[in-house]
């Protein structure tokens, strides 16, 4: 992504500095909206570069470039890059998130004349936080409700315990 920093100069006729980061915040938030200018393509260049050091920041920049506008600039990326950085992998296109699981164990019981049954089921109550439609919305969380007999559950703890394995195994390469 090529900046534009002819259009940045335009920020020295603002009269504050809390302009300047409102500025920069809100341009954040709308980065992906159609009718977005492009002077704040540098924020989004900065964020995928992902550091926070000031002559990493500095070295976007080119030769000549307004020095004092250049400090504040770097300043303002600096104090809101961890933000900046978990909202824009939280807003990525991605598989819904686990929030919250709860479970309980009820049993079914169920007779006729003859014999009487009881049969265990587990009860998984999953929060899930779907992906956001649209980066200026925020994402919706939706409740599911999962019945489990025990040899379904059974299965499926056998199956995360491979993929705890697997997860562990990568993790210690």
């Known amino acids: ?39 704040f393509d540098l924020i989004h260049v900065a964020v995928f570069q992902g550091s926070a050091d000031p002559q990493a920041l500095f070295s976007l920049f080119p030769n000549g470039f307004h020095k004092n506008l250049r400090d504040l600039l770097t300043k303002i990326i600096i104090d809101n890059m961890s933000t900046w950085t978990s909202e824009a992998i939280n807003t990525q296109v991605s598989l819904p998130k686990l929030l919250d699981l709860d479970w309980r164990v009820d049993v079914k019981t169920s007779s006729d004349s003859i014999a009487r049954m009881s049969v265990p089921t587990c009860i998984l109550n999953l929060q899930i936080q779907k992906s956001a439609a649209h980066v200026s919305k925020s994402a919706e969380t939706e409740n599911v409700n999962v019945e489990l007999s025990k040899e379904t559950l059974d299965a499926m703890l056998d199956g995360l315990g491979k993929i705890r394995d697997q997860l562990a195994s990568v993790a210690t390469r």
Not at 26 to 39: G, L, N, P, V, Y
């Open 1 to 39: 992504m090529k900046v534009d920093y002819t259009r940045l100069e335009v920020l020295l006729k603002l009269s504050s500095k809390q302009q300047m980061i409102d500025l920069c915040q809100q341009a954040f938030i709308f980065r992906k909206s159609s009718d977005q200018d492009h002077e």
